[in-house]
């Protein structure tokens, strides 16, 4: 018999894989990786210090210029000299203006050049910044997260990259004694250039500024999502930053072996982009291009013109951005050589991402270079900086997170049923700012933080492969009998059925007898269509084609079910899309379950009451 030759990878060295496992009280099992966490800086402006002084040419980050007529031009280099002098300039400005963590900056636009300068001239200085989503204040209509971070901050200064796309925002929420300043245009308020601070020449004052820094220095704050209340701040310290880059270089230790060039789109204003890319960037020396691409239809294609231009060693991303990428892969010659040229690993994070997707990507990399690219996975969140978890080996399967890195340890706690993993190191949040009760309901008493997160162990016997994803415990309910449903691997099972089609999945139920999927459907649905391209959404999902490429695939989940509690017994396409304004949905794309069924609730019943058209059952149920 013909048996599977074992796929072969592109070498690449993972730094732990072995765990010490410790049991305690009531089930309860500690889990720390075998090596201990080594030294890291006290401060990550030592590292940036560093790589001016040593390599001061090399380049730190770069854009494409903006052209008049709105397209993009070649790309704008910043040097880490460049970035050094920068920093200690506008440092020097912010001093000048006795911004402190009660006044501190916050950041409303998106990632370019201007705001990664201000972020560095803030941790020179030591003055606390807050990168806000930029949807806050050009999606959302009411502006009440905007509105409710700037109360929550008191900033002693507000900086937009430009005037017309942040003005209505400032008007109605910026308060107007406070500094307003602007890379670009002006408002009716008074406003300074960004050029001004550049323009500041340093004194030895911002020098002995950064010098008085220190671990417990505060970095910036990060404002979780809020999906069901309102958002929190996130504390970020020198001290969580540094130990998590130096977790992620002994975790992963392609990040140190050669200076590191990324592409990358990933929000600043979210820990994955703005901590983990940014930081793995200064703590390494590395280069990163400022991808103005997004996983949407609208703006992949942007990405994916970067991505046949320039080569990253390491390539990070969400899941309906790997999507496209692979799919697009099948028939782009230059994207696929330019991008599997030197790439070491892939990286995802955010949702889960589907076997078929990751199956594609394989295809793809051994026809071309005829070896794998190890796709890379964990968990980490906002308050650990994020990294925690990794995997352990190129056998990765959707779902598998992997062993803790050094420095952090697990506590396993049996909780409802299931298993939630909490995190204690160096590389956790002291809290949320002025915010003492939610800082003290988010930590045990051995001084874990309570994540929400669920895992289960790869192999029950063998440790070492490390932990799964089993779903969040908040998303977990029972059915009117009494079943309990696990949402995350439903939730998984129901988006690699329906793939390519499906974005994501909300699942229903709650204190009823049987379990529904509202789908959120991809762009490609419309191929199944047949419809006009300007044809609705609504109409798309409604359409005989759709419906009955649909009910093939609850057709095939029930098949494939063993009882109540994962058994589709309803499924309806939703044709409007997740609001970020009512937090549906995270600024990295991935879906907040209880923030739909909240926010949802009359479909949800009708939906269950069979009150909601276009509704598929499969086929032999009962009506």
């Not at 020198?238 to 002994?250: K, L, T």
């Not at 298993?419 to 949040?429: D, K, L, Q, W």
């Amino acid at each position: 018999m013909q048996t599977q030759a074992t796929p072969r990878y592109r070498p690449l060295r993972f730094g732990v894989t072995r765990v010490v496992v410790r049991e305690g009280a009531q089930g309860v099992r500690y889990v720390r990786a075998d090596q201990d966490l080594q030294s890291y800086p006290r401060r990550m402006t030592d590292k940036l210090v560093h790589w001016a002084n040593t390599a001061p040419e090399r380049s730190f980050m770069a854009r494409r210029e903006r052209l008049p007529g709105g397209g993009t031009g070649d790309w704008r280099h910043i040097s880490y000299a460049q970035a050094l002098d920068s920093a200690r300039r506008i440092g020097q400005a912010l001093l000048d203006r006795g911004l402190s963590a009660e006044r501190p900056v916050v950041i409303l636009s998106e990632n370019d050049l201007e705001h990664a300068l201000l972020s560095l001239g803030c941790l020179y200085a030591g003055i606390p910044f807050c990168p806000v989503s930029p949807a806050y204040s050009t999606v959302s209509q009411d502006y009440e997260k905007l509105r409710h971070i700037l109360a929550t901050l008191t900033p002693g200064l507000v900086f937009a990259a430009d005037s017309q796309r942040y003005g209505r925002a400032i008007a109605a929420a910026v308060a107007a004694d406070v500094e307003v300043v602007l890379a670009q245009g002006a408002l009716e308020r008074p406003s300074t250039p960004l050029q001004a601070l550049l323009d500041t020449e340093p004194t030895p004052a911002v020098d002995a500024a950064m010098q008085a820094t220190g671990p417990d220095t505060i970095t910036k704050f990060l404002f979780t999502s809020g999906s069901t209340k309102l958002p929190k701040g996130v504390v970020n310290t020198h001290r969580m930053w540094c130990a998590n880059q130096q977790q992620m270089c002994q975790s992963m230790p392609v990040l140190a072996e050669e200076p590191p060039v990324l592409v990358d789109w990933l929000p600043w204003n979210h820990t994955f982009g703005g901590n983990h890319n940014i930081g793995l960037t200064i703590y390494n020396g590395g280069t990163l291009y400022i991808d103005d691409g997004k996983p949407t239809p609208a703006l992949m294609g942007e990405t994916l013109r970067n991505l046949r231009e320039i080569a990253p060693t390491v390539y990070f991303n969400v899941p309906t951005g790997f999507e496209a990428i692979a799919n697009a892969m099948k028939t782009d010659e230059v994207l696929r050589r330019t991008l599997l040229s030197r790439v070491r690993m892939f990286f995802y994070s955010g949702a889960a991402l589907a076997q078929p997707v990751w199956d594609t990507l394989h295809e793809v990399q051994e026809r071309e270079i005829g070896e794998r690219i190890v796709m890379g996975t964990g968990l980490g969140m906002t308050e650990s900086a994020p990294f925690a978890i990794f995997v352990t080996s190129p056998d990765v399967k959707s779902g598998y997170l992997g062993v803790p890195t050094p420095g952090v340890e697990l506590k396993l706690v049996p909780v409802d049923g299931k298993t939630e993993v909490r995190y204690r190191g160096p590389n956790i949040t002291p809290g949320y700012w002025r915010n003492e009760a939610a800082t003290r309901e988010s930590f045990d008493e051995e001084g874990f933080f309570c994540t929400g997160d669920a895992v289960l162990w790869i192999d029950e016997n063998d440790p070492h492969k490390g932990l799964k994803f089993d779903g969040r415990i908040a998303e977990d309910f029972k059915l009117a009998t009494g079943t309990f449903v696990s949402v995350g691997p439903l939730r998984a099972k129901i988006i690699a059925a329906g793939a390519p089609y499906v974005q994501d999945v909300v699942v229903t139920g709650l204190n009823r007898n049987e379990v529904g999927a509202l789908v959120f459907p991809t762009a490609a649905v419309r191929r199944l269509a047949g419809l006009p391209d300007d044809a609705s959404l609504q109409a798309v999902v409604e359409s005989a084609p759709v419906q009955a490429h649909f009910q093939g695939v609850i057709d095939e989940l029930a098949k494939s079910a063993t009882g109540s509690a994962n058994r589709v017994a309803r499924l309806h396409l939703l044709h409007e899309p997740p609001s970020i304004d009512r937090g549906e949905v995270t600024d990295k794309g991935s879906l907040n379950q209880r923030s739909v069924l909240k926010h949802r609730d009359a479909l949800v019943q009708a939906f269950h009451d069979d009150q909601l058209p276009f509704t598929l059952k499969p086929r032999g149920a009962r009506a």
